[in-house]
């Protein structure tokens, strides 16, 4: 005999595979369980979805079973179908936050080191401060281009620690010497004596005076 059963099949276009159980019941009427199982849907949820259950005659069965179970096969492979592209949007959203929590864990221990370096070498420099080790401290603050987010902090430190060494570097420890005095004041000047046109070409005398006369 030549059915067209398997050919009905093929055109429910689907997407899984076809259970179908049939067993006799009473007063010769069949029960007949389909149901679509999807392999690649991994969704747990999907053995919630029943099995369809047709009861009828062999007749019945053969007029009205692709008319009962194509809606139902239909919806039930569309939604594993939904449940399979959820469950992978699912999984690269669980991949993706994955990255990003190892990405935010890698950036936060490049922080922590970063902060812990920036810190020793700030603990170095204030310990070399206090043992009058002035340069060697300024040496040991970290530049601005390693922590450009510490720069006001350390320039601040910088200027600190140069103003303690940076007079020995110029040496300029000796202190400026006096100013020395204007020439004036090492030789007064004395106004030129005016000669008395009536005793030019005279001689000048000078007279000592007597030391009896002065009680000497």
């Not at 059915?3 to 099949?9: A, D």
């Not at 170095?124 to 401290?137: I, P, S, V, Y």
């Not at 090492?186 to 006369?213: A, I, N, R, S």
Request: with cysteine; aromatic share 8%.
């Amino acid at each position: 005999m030549n059915t067209n059963f398997f050919n009905q099949v093929a055109q429910l276009q689907v997407t899984g595979d076809l259970h179908i159980t049939i067993a006799k019941g009473a007063e010769n009427r069949l029960i007949v369980l389909v149901m679509l199982q999807n392999e690649n849907c991994t969704d747990s949820a999907k053995h919630s979805i029943p099995p369809l259950n047709l009861t009828g005659t062999a007749e019945e069965l053969d007029h009205g079973f692709f008319e009962n179970i194509t809606i139902p096969m239909q919806t039930a492979s569309g939604l594993m179908v939904d449940m399979e592209g959820y469950m992978k949007k699912l999984e690269a959203t669980k991949k993706q936050s994955a990255m990003q929590k190892e990405k935010a864990d890698s950036q936060k221990k490049e922080t922590d080191a970063k902060d812990k370096k920036y810190t020793d070498a700030m603990a170095k420099a204030d310990e070399l401060e206090k043992d009058g080790k002035f340069r060697e401290a300024w040496i040991k603050v970290p530049e601005i281009h390693e922590f450009p987010f510490k720069a006001e902090e350390i320039r601040r430190r910088k200027s600190e620690l140069s103003a303690q060494f940076a007079p020995d570097l110029f040496g300029s420890t000796a202190q400026k010497s006096a100013p020395e005095p204007p020439r004036e004041a090492l030789f007064p000047h004395y106004p030129d004596e005016v000669e008395d046109p009536e005793t030019e070409g005279e001689e000048t005398e000078y007279w000592e005076d007597d030391p009896e006369e002065q009680g000497y």
